[in-house]
């Protein structure tokens, strides 16, 4: 056993010098210091998830969570997603395997097979193990993990997305139905006024030039209603595909937009880049490229590793001399990378360009992100302005559609007169439908700038 000693201490040297601590990534401040070098905009602080239960002002209707989460479930791209997620957790066992000791066991045997008598058997178990000393297992661990950890938060990131294109297109839906009801109304509304003045141009009191406007205004509702219905299949195929469904255009939504809260809830949070899970990927990428830098570093320089074993040998014909069964051994190995052509280095300087690469993605994501907040947020305070608006237009178109009927009562004015009010309430009514369509599709962007949960979840009752 004396011989051994020196595998040992040699074994307790090593193992000491790779529980050296390894150098870490730089840290979140580091890197991102450059976002927040002007401070945050105006108005954002930190804020609790709780305060984003529901889309930013806007309940989702229990049928449209339930097919959010439906399509979440059914969502073929959101399963292949799913199996990388999975298959980069086992690379993380895959790095992490090296820095444990190997065992394996092995044997032959040889034969003379006209005499029956065996030539030569053979068997060993050995162990060996490589002595981190670099970190050069270790960074390819580390890298490992934070590559699975960054495609964990890729797939959450496509689930939001999933979650808000099913939103904005099951809203789309609901509009597109009542655009081609409003529709529909206005074509009979004008083909009425045309009958009316088909008649007053038959006593000479219209101008056929009146009819033949009419005429082509009713001509361009009959294009704009097949538009619109185009439209409503079109959104409904959408929707079907969206949820993994066979595309039929059949499924139901609601009868009508919900209302929007008037104002954006306050306390928008500070803490974009712990929020929104595909910044989070970007920076788990950015760390990963670092450790792999590191570990092609570590490449370079040389590896110890040591051996255990313990085997045994027979023969009936050979004469084995101061053979001793079982027999144990050990030893020591030494790897010195000296030329390579160039391999190394090069491979060093490509890992250290991949990791300012990754860095400088992930800060121009996490600009683009801060971005994407300052829009939906202007485009949602304009919004309430252009909602209010609109609302002050239909009040005065219905006001006006009273008065004409009123007018018409006493005889100071025909039916072509209400008719016509009735068309402009009607013009009024499918501006509003627009405007809230599209408020809503804003807030949803908006939730999942700000990293969702985008109705992932049924509302509380009260």
Not at 212 to 230: G, H, I, M, P
Request: with cysteine; hydrophobic share 45%.
């Amino acid at each position: 056993m004396r011989p051994l000693r020196p595998v040992i201490l040699s074994a307790a040297l090593a193992a000491a010098l790779a529980g050296c601590a390894l150098a870490p990534p730089p840290e979140r401040s580091e890197t991102t210091a450059t976002i927040y070098a002007e401070g945050l905009p105006q108005g954002w602080s930190s804020a609790p998830p709780l305060a984003y239960a529901d889309w930013m002002g806007l309940t989702p209707e229990p049928a449209l969570v339930a097919l959010v989460g439906e399509g979440l479930q059914q969502s073929q791209r959101l399963q292949g997603i799913a199996a990388q997620v999975q298959a980069a957790g086992e690379m993380v066992t895959v790095a992490r395997g090296p820095a444990l000791p190997q065992l394996g066991l092995g044997g032959s045997t040889q034969q003379n097979l006209k005499e029956g008598t065996t030539v030569l058997t053979a068997g060993m178990f050995g162990i060996t193990w490589e002595i981190d000393l670099w970190g050069r297992i270790r960074y390819g661990a580390a890298a490992a993990e934070e590559t699975y950890y960054s495609a964990a938060d890729d797939y959450q990131f496509a689930r939001l997305s999933l979650a808000a294109g099913i939103g904005k297109t099951w809203y789309a839906t609901t509009e597109a139905d009542a655009q081609l009801k409003i529709l529909r109304e206005s074509r009979d509304l004008t083909a009425s006024l045309l009958k009316l003045t088909d008649t007053r141009v038959e006593i000479g009191a219209a101008s056929p030039y009146e009819a033949a406007q009419l005429r082509r205004s009713l001509a361009e509702l009959d294009r704009q209603a097949e538009s619109a219905r185009l439209a409503v299949r079109q959104n409904r195929l959408a929707l079907e595909m969206l949820t993994g469904r066979r595309p039929q255009g059949v499924i139901a939504v609601a009868e009508e937009l919900p209302a929007v809260a008037p104002e954006i809830p306050g306390g928008l949070p500070a803490e974009l880049l712990e929020r929104r899970p595909d910044l989070r990927a970007a920076e788990r990428r950015a760390r990963a490229a670092f450790n792999i830098a590191r570990q092609a570093e570590a490449a370079r320089l040389p590896s110890i590793s040591l051996t255990l074993g313990m085997s045994t040998i027979n023969s009936d014909i050979y004469v084995l001399q101061n053979v001793k069964n079982p027999s144990l051994s050990g030893g020591i190995g030494l790897n010195v990378p000296l030329y390579a052509g160039g391999a190394l280095s090069a491979n060093v300087r490509a890992q250290n360009a991949q990791q300012e690469a990754a860095r400088a993605f992930y800060l121009d994501k996490a600009q683009q992100a801060f971005g994407e907040v300052e829009q939906r947020l202007s485009a949602n305070i304009s919004l309430i302005d252009q909602m209010q608006a609109q609302r002050a237009q239909l009040a005065a178109a219905r006001q006006a559609l009273a008065i004409r009927k009123t007018q018409r009562e006493v005889g100071q004015v025909d039916d072509r007169a209400v008719l016509s009010e009735q068309l402009n309430v009607l013009a009024q009514e499918s501006a509003l439908l627009r405007l809230q369509n599209r408020q809503i599709a804003e807030r949803i962007d908006l939730q999942l700038a700000l990293g969702g949960p985008l109705g992932m979840q049924a509302p509380k009752a009260d």
